[in-house]
């Protein structure tokens, strides 16, 4: 049945391509008329080398996919005027319109009519509509060329065209031809700058120009000379400097392809009515800083309460909600400063991280006081929000664990607590749901239940017992967060309890580069269920079953009538007896007991862990449109460091396994440390190549001889060996034989091409590379250890494809995975043997896995 809806659903498939396919592509291209097929350009007889070029002819082919137009053909399916088609057809066949009104209702025959209009227009929306070719768009497409090469140097760039007939009717084709001829380049810097002010802050920075002599005439560097000047006179005072006053001009004229530039920057322009007069620019400074900080309170009748603090002016209108530190702390700019944009800028950005002001203005007006016109007053002008914000929802669930589940979820945010800005945020959420299988032990119909309860507190500063701020500076955005956070699962999995706390500090030292240092991580996890482990893991479970029914275990010690091992008495009976060589099994079958039993008390043992982390990233995305951009983190974390050293001290003696205990639960002690490297290059028209690559290892040492479960690496699943499901991958070559494959070790590798296909719809295929490896733990399966270079041939290979919708403020994915390379497998069957719709993994996610 199953290979009968596929076949039916690929025959569909093919069925529509074939409709689209058999459509005319020229079926709206009216008489006389050409559909461009092809559009090419040569520059100095060769193809140019810049992608960019292709994209700037106006006049470009209809989209394809796999060489079909299938947009064009979608727009094809369309009726150039349905709606007076329906009436006119209502209109001249007044029987037939009686019939269908006698089989439906008027109402509805109209409804059907515009259903028809509105799917007609839909067709239109998502078709493409055919690529003419005209003359006027062609002059424009050489404009374009040749106003590209002349912003590059290339001033006397000429550019021809021919239009080149198909052998198919109606159809051509057009040929630029580009001919650049010998580039400008710069002959000197000259300048015309009327204010003596800015010409003595020119004098300062004019070696660090951008523009050097002898090199080629490039538009980008005289408008990135001219933001860098505009940048610098406005951070020294420039106030009224505008980026539209500073020009720059070329002369050409009988050079010998030499260009003299000329920096032109006349006075200040003043219009009043309807005139105007220029003055020079002056060099202003700051007199005094105003700080209003419940401006929605001013009004005429109410008088300000006043007061001074260092040298800042507060006026407050209402009751004292601040201390004076956090408004003043917030403000870069002092009394007596020079202007500067760059503390305007940092003033906005960090009165907007405190997250208890909207809207924050800051206004610049002359000082009456100063005869000179130089002085200027500062008001920071600022807006509180409300103090308590409460949110709530209420969802329902489905999952493999779930028939039906509902939560609810509930978050209260106090602002400025402490009146220093911080804010306190608590957070709960509960679901409680109805099991898919009756193995609880309880007959109530709602028996899973999932509680957390988390608590964050945040000061817009470091919460240290001395001052840092000569390393790390107010500007760098300083912040501490420290947390607190329960968890708790009943007949779900293991009856998990968890409790969590973590003192985390954050900054950020330029734009693009930011740190996080959590000082403490403490994470409690006890499993109140341990005895339900193989009912929980059953590829582990049935590997200890066919074990028992291997060696003819009948006993009702072990097993059940229908000769399985009981959960939990006959399992925990056949390991400890089946390794003390009690049920004749051999060494072979020992080692694999042994192993099921390592895991069992792994993923079912208590963990305590308290660690320390250190991150550091380097970001220079400016924005969730930004297509190309770089990401790189570092983070390195150290665990049981402390407690060794307090029990060590303490006495703590080691028990029979070489290991301590504190608070009854042995504590975990490992290294980690993680890279991940983001690339993405936008190549034309939001076509895009992204690529990813991450290496992992924690490495236990000390109390410990693995990594906790919640602490190692797993691969698969949507965000990154998309063939595979989530923990399906690895270790090694071993297959995935357990429910939840995990180690200490992971390599990824991870190439994207991501293209438009219509509208929203975007397309992308994909090659996914990685694995990962036990390496210096407990793990002693060859097939799962990495212990030389040769174990990368075990790095897994998926490739697929992926439709994405772009909603804008995020991004539905569908990416289907095929195994391209199984490691699991034989070696003469790894390559290609799995790489069929049926062993595909479809994989739903929200936005891009990198």
Same mark, same amino acid.
């Given at each position: 049945?199953?290979?009968?809806?596929?076949?039916?659903?690929?025959?569909?498939?093919?069925?529509?391509?074939?409709?689209?396919?058999?459509?005319?592509?020229?079926?709206?291209?009216?008489?006389?008329?050409?559909?461009?097929?092809?559009?090419?350009?040569?520059?100095?007889?060769?193809?140019?080398?810049?992608?960019?070029?292709?994209?700037?002819?106006?006049?470009?082919?209809?989209?394809?996919?796999?060489?079909?137009?299938?947009?064009?053909?979608?727009?094809?399916?369309?009726?150039?005027?349905?709606?007076?088609?329906?009436?006119?057809?209502?209109?001249?066949?007044?029987?037939?319109?009686?019939?269908?009104?006698?089989?439906?209702?008027?109402?509805?025959?109209?409804?059907?009519?515009?259903?028809?209009?509105?799917?007609?227009?839909?067709?239109?929306?998502?078709?493409?509509?055919?690529?003419?070719?005209?003359?006027?768009?062609?002059?424009?497409?050489?404009?374009?060329?040749?106003?590209?090469?002349?912003?590059?140097?290339?001033?006397?760039?000429?550019?021809?065209?021919?239009?080149?007939?198909?052998?198919?009717?109606?159809?051509?084709?057009?040929?630029?031809?580009?001919?650049?001829?010998?580039?400008?380049?710069?002959?000197?810097?000259?300048?015309?700058?009327?204010?003596?002010?800015?010409?003595?802050?020119?004098?300062?920075?004019?070696?660090?120009?951008?523009?050097?002599?002898?090199?080629?005439?490039?538009?980008?560097?005289?408008?990135?000379?001219?933001?860098?000047?505009?940048?610098?006179?406005?951070?020294?005072?420039?106030?009224?400097?505008?980026?539209?006053?500073?020009?720059?001009?070329?002369?050409?004229?009988?050079?010998?392809?030499?260009?003299?530039?000329?920096?032109?920057?006349?006075?200040?322009?003043?219009?009043?009515?309807?005139?105007?007069?220029?003055?020079?620019?002056?060099?202003?400074?700051?007199?005094?800083?105003?700080?209003?900080?419940?401006?929605?309170?001013?009004?005429?009748?109410?008088?300000?309460?006043?007061?001074?603090?260092?040298?800042?002016?507060?006026?407050?209108?209402?009751?004292?909600?601040?201390?004076?530190?956090?408004?003043?702390?917030?403000?870069?700019?002092?009394?007596?400063?020079?202007?500067? =944009?760059?503390?305007?800028?940092?003033?906005?950005?960090?009165?907007?991280?405190?997250?208890?002001?909207?809207?924050?203005?800051?206004?610049?007006?002359? =000082?009456?006081?100063?005869?000179?016109?130089?002085?200027?007053?500062?008001?920071?002008?600022?807006?509180?929000?409300?103090?308590?914000?409460?949110?709530?929802?209420?969802?329902?669930?489905?999952?493999?664990?779930?028939?039906?589940?509902?939560?609810?979820?509930?978050?209260?945010?106090?602002?400025?607590?402490?009146?220093?800005?911080?804010?306190?945020?608590?957070?709960?959420?509960?679901?409680?749901?109805?099991?898919?299988?009756?193995?609880?032990?309880?007959?109530?119909?709602?028996?899973?239940?999932?509680?957390?309860?988390?608590?964050?507190?945040?000061?817009?500063?470091?919460?240290?017992?001395?001052?840092?701020?000569?390393?790390?500076?107010?500007?760098?955005?300083?912040?501490?967060?420290?947390?607190?956070?329960?968890?708790?699962?009943?007949?779900?999995?293991?009856?998990?309890?968890?409790?969590?706390?973590?003192?985390?500090?954050?900054?950020?030292?330029?734009?693009?580069?930011?740190?996080?240092?959590?000082?403490?991580?403490?994470?409690?996890?006890?499993?109140?269920?341990?005895?339900?482990?193989?009912?929980?893991?059953?590829?582990?479970?049935?590997?200890?079953? =066919?074990?028992?029914?291997?060696?003819?275990?009948?006993?009702?010690?072990?097993?059940?009538?229908?000769?399985?091992?009981?959960?939990?008495?006959?399992?925990?009976?056949?390991?400890?007896?089946?390794?003390?060589?009690?049920?004749?099994?051999?060494?072979?079958?020992?080692?694999?007991?042994?192993?099921?039993?390592?895991?069992?008390?792994?993923?079912?043992?208590?963990?305590?862990?308290?660690?320390?982390?250190?991150?550091?990233?380097?970001?220079?995305?400016?924005?969730?449109?930004?297509?190309?951009?770089?990401?790189?983190?570092?983070?390195?974390?150290?665990?049981?460091?402390?407690?060794?050293?307090?029990?060590?001290?303490?006495?703590?003696?080691?028990?029979?396994?070489?290991?301590?205990?504190?608070?009854?639960?042995?504590?975990?002690?490992?290294?980690?440390?993680?890279?991940?490297?983001?690339?993405?290059?936008?190549?034309?028209?939001?076509?895009?190549?992204?690529?990813r690559a991450f290496g992992g290892i924690a490495i236990p040492y000390g109390n410990s001889n693995n990594i906790p479960f919640i602490r190692s690496f797993f691969a698969g699943g949507p965000n990154d060996n998309r063939a595979w499901q989530a923990y399906e991958l690895g270790p090694g070559k071993t297959g995935g034989l357990n429910d939840f494959n995990e180690a200490n070790m992971k390599l990824a590798f991870n190439a994207e091409y991501r293209f438009p296909i219509s509208g929203a719809f975007k397309g992308a295929v994909f090659a996914d590379v990685g694995n990962i490896y036990n390496v210096l733990d407990s793990e002693d399966d060859p097939d799962a250890i990495f212990d030389s270079i040769r174990d990368l041939e075990y790095l897994a290979l998926g490739t697929g494809i992926g439709l994405r919708y772009d909603f804008g403020f995020f991004v539905l994915r569908f990416d289907m995975g095929f195994k391209t390379y199984n490691p699991a497998?034989?070696?003469?069957?790894?390559?290609?043997?799995?790489?069929?719709?049926?062993?595909?993994?479809?994989?739903?996610?929200?936005?891009?896995?990198?």
């Amino acid at each position: 049945m199953e290979k009968t809806a596929l076949h039916a659903k690929i025959g569909l498939f093919i069925l529509l391509i074939i409709l689209l396919v058999s459509c005319s592509a020229i079926k709206r291209v009216p008489d006389g008329r050409q559909l461009l097929v092809k559009s090419t350009i040569l520059v100095d007889s060769m193809a140019p080398k810049d992608p960019r070029v292709p994209t700037l002819p106006i006049l470009q082919p209809n989209q394809r996919l796999l060489t079909i137009p299938l947009r064009l053909h979608i727009y094809n399916l369309a009726r150039p005027n349905r709606d007076s088609m329906y009436l006119k057809w209502m209109q001249e066949h007044p029987e037939g319109l009686k019939r269908r009104n006698a089989i439906l209702s008027e109402k509805q025959t109209i409804g059907l009519g515009q259903s028809l209009v509105d799917f007609n227009n839909w067709l239109k929306r998502t078709g493409e509509t055919p690529t003419l070719i005209e003359e006027t768009a062609i002059e424009k497409s050489k404009e374009r060329l040749k106003a590209f090469y002349w912003s590059q140097g290339w001033f006397n760039t000429e550019v021809d065209h021919k239009i080149t007939d198909s052998k198919r009717a109606k159809r051509a084709g057009i040929e630029y031809y580009v001919t650049r001829h010998q580039p400008y380049k710069i002959d000197s810097l000259r300048t015309q700058i009327t204010t003596p002010v800015i010409d003595s802050l020119y004098q300062l920075v004019k070696a660090g120009s951008i523009l050097k002599k002898e090199e080629q005439y490039f538009t980008p560097n005289i408008n990135t000379e001219r933001d860098r000047l505009n940048s610098y006179f406005r951070n020294h005072g420039a106030f009224h400097m505008e980026k539209e006053n500073i020009r720059f001009e070329g002369d050409t004229v009988n050079t010998g392809h030499k260009a003299t530039i000329t920096l032109i920057i006349k006075d200040r322009e003043i219009k009043e009515g309807d005139s105007s007069f220029t003055v020079p620019y002056k060099i202003h400074k700051i007199s005094e800083v105003n700080i209003i900080p419940d401006y929605q309170n001013v009004s005429g009748s109410k008088e300000a309460d006043t007061l001074k603090y260092e040298d800042y002016n507060i006026f407050r209108y209402g009751k004292r909600k601040y201390r004076k530190s956090t408004l003043t702390d917030a403000i870069f700019f002092h009394k007596g400063d020079v202007y500067r =944009d760059i503390d305007r800028d940092r003033t906005y950005k960090r009165i907007t991280e405190l997250q208890s002001f909207s809207y924050p203005t800051i206004k610049y007006v002359e =000082d009456p006081r100063d005869s000179t016109g130089t002085d200027l007053i500062a008001n920071v002008l600022l807006t509180s929000k409300k103090k308590f914000e409460f949110t709530y929802g209420v969802e329902t669930t489905h999952s493999n664990i779930q028939a039906i589940g509902v939560g609810l979820n509930t978050s209260l945010l106090i602002r400025n607590l402490f009146r220093g800005s911080e804010l306190l945020d608590i957070s709960f959420r509960g679901n409680i749901g109805a099991s898919t299988n009756a193995a609880t032990r309880n007959s109530r119909f709602f028996d899973l239940q999932e509680l957390g309860a988390d608590a964050r507190l945040s000061f817009p500063r470091l919460f240290l017992p001395f001052d840092v701020n000569h390393l790390i500076p107010k500007y760098m955005s300083p912040s501490s967060n420290l947390s607190v956070g329960y968890f708790s699962q009943i007949n779900i999995g293991l009856d998990k309890q968890s409790l969590n706390s973590a003192l985390t500090y954050n900054w950020r030292q330029t734009p693009t580069k930011s740190t996080r240092l959590d000082l403490i991580n403490a994470q409690y996890v006890r499993n109140l269920d341990p005895g339900n482990f193989f009912n929980v893991y059953r590829s582990s479970y049935g590997s200890v079953n =066919d074990l028992a029914n291997d060696l003819n275990i009948n006993d009702p010690t072990y097993v059940n009538t229908s000769g399985n091992l009981t959960v939990p008495d006959g399992t925990n009976a056949f390991i400890t007896d089946a390794i003390a060589g009690n049920l004749g099994a051999n060494d072979e079958q020992r080692e694999i007991i042994r192993n099921i039993r390592e895991r069992r008390n792994r993923l079912s043992q208590n963990n305590l862990i308290i660690s320390s982390s250190y991150s550091w990233t380097r970001n220079n995305r400016e924005g969730i449109y930004d297509d190309e951009f770089s990401r790189f983190n570092m983070r390195i974390e150290a665990a049981g460091n402390v407690l060794s050293g307090v029990s060590s001290l303490a006495g703590i003696n080691k028990n029979d396994a070489n290991t301590r205990r504190v608070f009854g639960v042995e504590y975990s002690q490992y290294v980690k440390t993680e890279i991940d490297y983001v690339k993405h290059w936008q190549l034309f028209n939001k076509h895009v190549f992204a690529i990813r690559a991450f290496g992992g290892i924690a490495i236990p040492y000390g109390n410990s001889n693995n990594i906790p479960f919640i602490r190692s690496f797993f691969a698969g699943g949507p965000n990154d060996n998309r063939a595979w499901q989530a923990y399906e991958l690895g270790p090694g070559k071993t297959g995935g034989l357990n429910d939840f494959n995990e180690a200490n070790m992971k390599l990824a590798f991870n190439a994207e091409y991501r293209f438009p296909i219509s509208g929203a719809f975007k397309g992308a295929v994909f090659a996914d590379v990685g694995n990962i490896y036990n390496v210096l733990d407990s793990e002693d399966d060859p097939d799962a250890i990495f212990d030389s270079i040769r174990d990368l041939e075990y790095l897994a290979l998926g490739t697929g494809i992926g439709l994405r919708y772009d909603f804008g403020f995020f991004v539905l994915r569908f990416d289907m995975g095929f195994k391209t390379y199984n490691p699991a497998l034989e070696e003469n069957r790894r390559w290609l043997k799995e790489f069929k719709i049926s062993r595909s993994v479809l994989n739903v996610g929200i936005n891009y896995p990198f």
